[in-house]
């Protein structure tokens, strides 16, 4: 009795002895299972034995993965997953080894699928409600048993109607995974191997030529680099050199100390702040459906208007802010280098340095997550994230291209989905660079280009939007409008006009009056902070949004171009020397090997947030608690592995850049 007023919700239990029917040889067809299999496995599931360990490992309500370790380790069961819906809901299955992934999987399509209301409410009546009779006459309470059957009765209307009605598939971990490694893991492997190779070879030959040094000279080792040239001065060859660029102790000094020639610092702190950011956005994110999954969903639209998670939601702009200050660094450099010199920088040079400095580094990153990351765990969920390694198997290529962000077409069949970013910033660059030429040969018409960049996004998001039927609730975002460059380029314009100002007014900016200076210190940190909070009004039910189509669709056109002004005018102000304590916080030298570090997080936390997630064996329960503890500890991670990869991949391979170009 009691194990009966337990399962109130057994999705579990309704699913399966429906399931185990004795199935006639009529209703298998040539595709199906074999009759045998089916009845074994239909024999199992009635073993009084299996009944028990079935519903102790499996989950007994809709969004219940159940416990897979107990089930992993139990002789003759496997775990099964219901991945229904792109993985928007998830259901644990314990079952013999009999039913296998075939049979479930069948059973789900020709039988659940395709079964009416009258057949559902016809087997409760006769099935499940004469138990359910038999268990009541023996409860101390007849009347609250008769009661519970109405609660179970319609928690099983209702998670057959969800299993009927979803679109999914059922893997089963029976098989055993393939731990052969592939030809790219051996290569990365390898490649691993070498890199660590050279890197303890240039360490053991520092600290070897270090000997003819006092004391006070191998403490300069760290701090100076004409006392590294030293160690090799007298052998200058190529292959010294390209060692060298290996070093350790030299690249922690490029990351750890400070660039007197920096002269817009506060760029470093926005943009470590907008990698803290995205982090924080994206541990939340990889807990919705779609990827690991909550067990609570329906709360998503209530916690979306919490001011709290409201911050987390709008993590997104932080992209905008990595645009805008792309676009300001760019221009900004190469407009003072040609009105101090007069030299402009060759445009195919300009784009080669660029793809030298940061293909190496995503390259390394593409060969690793696709090549060893999946030797690196296991779980129910784990099947899922190598789905995901698989389209690294084909779809690498386009990375290396910065072309992602137009093909593969669908944003979940890219090898590193998150690498959207770095296609848009590389197409950027190409045009920003070409704007940076047209001013030194007519600056008028350089603005001209820039406006019109500005106003591209404005025109092309409710132009695409309109077209897809795609608001803020509706619609496919992210492959129409989220990752594609003409709905982004309006940060990266913006940019361009906050370089055009530092560059060609920069006296003016710090001449300006105290007063309106602070007024727009106090304005611009004030719109941020109400664009980060606006859609706390917004109730983000797909069902019956609060918002109108035209009130949507305005928010996705302005919000962004709001976010650029106004973070454009803060570094305006911070420049200015006006900015109080906001602007000396902001330049705190602190920031500035964290800025540096932010190609390499970027690149690594998504992949490392994956890893640890899929190996989950339970659903997400938002709780803030549990959020905290895994945001600290990826943003921990995160920038523990990106100092990793800036000493032993990106910088040496800037190093190396430089010297095949002949740039020191």
Not at 125 to 146: G, I
Not at 398 to 416: E, G, T
Request: proline fraction near 4%.
């Amino acid at each position: 009795m009691q194990l009966v007023q337990s399962f109130v919700s057994p999705v579990v239990l309704v699913a399966l002895v429906y399931l185990a029917i004795p199935t006639t040889a009529s209703d298998i067809n040539s595709a199906s299972p074999s009759p045998q299999a089916v009845k074994d496995c239909v024999q199992a599931l009635y073993s009084p034995v299996n009944i028990y360990r079935v519903l102790a490992g499996s989950g007994l309500a809709l969004e219940s993965m159940g416990d897979w370790a107990q089930c992993h380790f139990t002789p003759d069961f496997h775990f099964c997953v219901l991945d229904m819906s792109g993985h928007t809901e998830t259901q644990g299955l314990c079952l013999p080894n009999e039913c296998t992934q075939e049979i479930i999987q069948h059973w789900w399509v020709e039988k659940i699928s395709n079964t009416t209301d009258k057949e559902v409410q016809d087997w409760l009546n006769s099935t499940v409600l004469p138990v359910w009779d038999n268990a009541c006459e023996l409860a101390p309470d007849k009347k609250a048993c008769d009661k519970d059957y109405y609660t179970f009765y319609k928690n099983a209307w209702h998670a057959m109607h969800v299993l009927r009605e979803a679109d999914g598939t059922v893997y089963c971990d029976t098989e055993e995974r393939d731990t052969d490694m592939n030809a790219g893991g051996i290569i990365m492997l390898i490649l691993c191997i070498v890199i660590l190779f050279l890197a303890v070879t240039q360490f053991i030959v520092e600290q070897r030529a270090t000997v003819q040094f006092s004391s006070e000279e191998r403490q300069m080792l760290v701090i100076n680099a004409d006392a590294t040239d030293r160690i090799t001065e007298s052998e200058k060859s190529r292959v010294m050199l390209m060692l060298q660029a290996f070093s350790v102790t030299r690249n922690m000094r490029e990351l750890l100390e400070s660039s007197p020639k920096r002269t817009l610092r506060c760029l470093d702190s926005m943009r470590a702040i907008a990698m803290f950011w995205i982090i924080l956005g994206h541990t939340i994110n990889f807990q919705l459906p779609g990827f690991v999954g909550l067990a609570d969903y329906q709360q998503i639209p209530l916690q979306l208007q919490s001011w709290k998670l409201q911050f987390v939601a709008s993590a997104a702009f932080c992209v905008d802010t990595f645009f805008i200050l792309s676009g300001m660094l760019t221009a900004y450099v190469l407009i003072r280098k040609y009105r101090s010199t007069g030299k402009t920088f060759p445009l195919h040079l300009a784009v080669l340095m660029r793809y030298l400095r940061l293909t190496p580094l995503l390259a390394f990153v593409v060969g690793i997550y696709g090549g060893l990351f999946r030797y690196m765990g296991k779980g129910p969920l784990w099947f899922r994230f190598e789905a995901e390694l698989e389209n690294c198997k084909t779809n690498w290529w386009q990375n290396l291209l910065f072309i992602n962000n137009f093909y593969p077409v669908h944003y979940d069949k890219q090898c590193i989905p998150w690498a959207w970013y770095l296609a848009d910033d590389m197409q950027f660059f190409i045009v920003g660079m070409v704007i940076v030429w047209l001013y030194t040969k007519s600056p008028m018409v350089s603005y001209i280009c820039t406006a019109l960049l500005v106003a591209c996004a404005i025109v092309a998001v409710p132009a695409i939007a309109t077209h897809y039927n795609i608001d803020m609730v509706h619609g496919d975002s992210q492959d129409f409008l989220y990752d594609k460059p003409y709905a982004r380029v309006t940060a990266y314009a913006l940019g361009l006009v906050a370089a055009f100002l530092l560059a060609l007014k920069q006296d003016k900016i710090k001449n300006m009056n105290s007063v309106l200076a602070r007024v727009l210190l106090v304005a611009s940190i004030a719109g941020l902070l109400l664009i980060t909070y606006a859609t706390s009004w917004f109730n983000w039910d797909s069902a019956n949004p609060n918002w109108s189509h035209a009130g949507m669709l305005t928010y996705m056109t302005l919000s962004r171009v709001a976010w650029s002004v106004c973070l454009v005018v803060l570094v305006l102000v911070c420049v200015s020397g006006h900015g109080s304590f906001v602007a000396d916080f902001l330049s705190l030298s602190f920031w500035e090997p964290l800025g540096r570090l932010t190609f390499a997080a970027y690149l690594i936390h998504p992949a490392l947030i994956r890893l640890v997630y899929y190996q989950r064996t339970q659903l997400f329960n938002y709780t803030a608690i549990e959020f905290v503890a895994a945001y600290l500890g990826f943003l921990f991670a995160a920038y523990i592995v990106a100092t990793a990869l800036f000493v032993l991949i990106e910088t040496p391979f800037a190093h190396l850049a430089g010297m095949l170009t002949g740039k020191k």
